[in-house]
């Protein structure tokens, strides 16, 4: 299958254990950083009446068209990722109605007949949003006390837990004996976190304490899922953030953590595959979570919309604020009538693992603030098991604290565990 167009690696300013390293890491940003391309050169065909059209629109694609089409519904024992149907032209998300079509510029022009049965929309980028970096690791453990999660009775034991993003590090020690599956969706890349921010999130959301015992995990009992869908420099194809979103929920994950996104213009619309693929992962029990990015520069009056997938009306959009409770000088605002903020959670200066050899590592952004809200909904699991997804969303709604800024920034308030 024709691989996304990405734009070039960006490496992380990773915290390097001596200044050689760090000096490596920097030359690295500097020669690759380049503006994130919107699109990846391939192209998601959105079937008007669902999974009921995959059939004749297969039929369509390989009789007059000749193009190669494979099926989720194919893989059956084992996952399904992009590495495994090379030979492809078209991949159709059976769950979904919805295909990923890999081709030539001529080829796409083809398939947009008036009468078709289908839309078709440009495959996003999906990348991280842009993190703040704090000059020092702090210990502290202020966002795991403004939840109450040191408070909880619960853990989220039982409970299955999936966070996408760009893997984990299996190794780090503060996961000794953790019950853990990873999976990378990624060509050609394993799941290992060789980026850092998935082990940083999964530490926030399923994490426990560090080595002095300062807390910094919400639900130390959770299963954890880890779903590598963007590579090792922080950028992925919007396909593997539906094969991610596809496998937590077949995999029967209560919750689904997503500290990514694509950037959204005023005005513009939720993505229908990110939503179809949301709603897809309700039906199964998943409840959904992603940052609502951080393209906001508040303190210079410039505002962005809530970031896509989180705009979408199926996904609870999470923002952040600080220690202060105020919400954060880059933390998106509900702008577009689609694209609410749901809650907003600690994500200014969050102390958190980090791979080895660090260890840990202090961020701030939305992405910080998501898998708090992921980590309490695990608790929220817990507690009740039997709840469906809609069931516990609106438990975390209506047991949220009172924020003083407006909900447009932060929804419902500040999400407090059970």
């Not at 599956?181 to 394993?190: I, L």
């Not at 015992?213 to 090792?232: D, E, F, M, S, T």
């Not at 998501?370 to 507690?383: D, Q, R, S, Y």
């Not at 709604?397 to 500040?414: E, F, N």
Request: hydrophobic share 40%; net charge negative.
């Amino acid at each position: 299958m024709k691989p996304p167009f990405l734009g070039k690696r960006v490496f992380w300013d990773h915290p390097a254990s001596d200044s050689s390293s760090s000096e490596m890491y920097r030359e690295a940003a500097a020669s690759d950083l380049e503006v994130t391309p919107f699109y990846t050169g391939r192209h998601l065909l959105i079937l008007r009446n669902g999974k009921r059209e995959v059939v004749k629109t297969t039929r369509l694609l390989e009789t007059k068209w000749g193009l190669t089409v494979a099926n989720t519904a194919d893989f059956i024992t084992e996952t399904m990722c992009e590495s495994r149907i090379k030979d492809a032209d078209v991949l159709f998300y059976n769950e979904l109605g919805i295909a990923l079509v890999a081709v030539d510029d001529d080829s796409m022009e083809l398939l947009h007949p008036v009468d078709a049965d289908y839309t078709v929309e440009p495959e996003k980028v999906v990348y991280i949003p842009d993190d703040v970096t704090v000059d020092t690791v702090v210990e502290s453990s202020w966002g795991i006390k403004a939840v109450r999660a040191h408070e909880s009775v619960y853990t989220g034991e039982g409970v299955k837990l999936a966070v996408l993003d760009t893997g984990f590090d299996v190794r780090h020690p503060d996961f000794k004996g953790r019950n853990l599956t990873t999976f990378s969706f990624v060509p050609d890349e394993t799941a290992e976190d060789l980026h850092g921010h998935g082990t940083h999130c999964i530490g926030i959301a399923c994490g426990s304490s560090d080595q002095q015992g300062v807390r910094y995990g919400v639900a130390p009992g959770v299963q954890i899922y880890a779903g590598k869908v963007l590579n090792n420099g922080g950028r992925g194809a919007q396909a593997w953030i539906l094969d991610g979103m596809t496998w937590a929920a077949n995999n029967g994950c209560r919750v689904l953590s997503m500290s990514l996104g694509s950037k959204v213009l005023p005005g513009q619309s939720y993505d229908i595959a990110y939503e179809r693929a949301a709603r897809f992962a309700l039906s199964k029990g998943t409840l959904v979570v992603a940052a609502a990015g951080n393209d906001s520069r508040r303190s210079e009056n410039r505002f962005s919309p809530v970031s896509s997938p989180a705009d979408c009306p199926s996904i609870l959009a999470v923002g952040a604020v600080d220690s202060a409770l105020q919400v954060a000088d880059f933390s998106n605002r509900a702008i577009n009538q689609e694209g609410l903020v749901d809650l907003a959670a600690p994500g200014v200066a969050i102390y958190s693992s980090w791979p080895m050899p660090a260890r840990y590592r202090t961020l701030s952004g939305t992405s910080m603030a998501t898998p708090h809200v992921a980590g309490i909904t695990a608790l929220l699991c817990e507690k009740f098991p039997d709840a469906t997804p809609a069931m516990i969303g609106q438990e975390l709604i209506r047991t949220a604290g009172s924020l003083t800024s407006p909900a447009q920034d932060v929804g419902a308030g500040l999400p407090l565990a059970p």
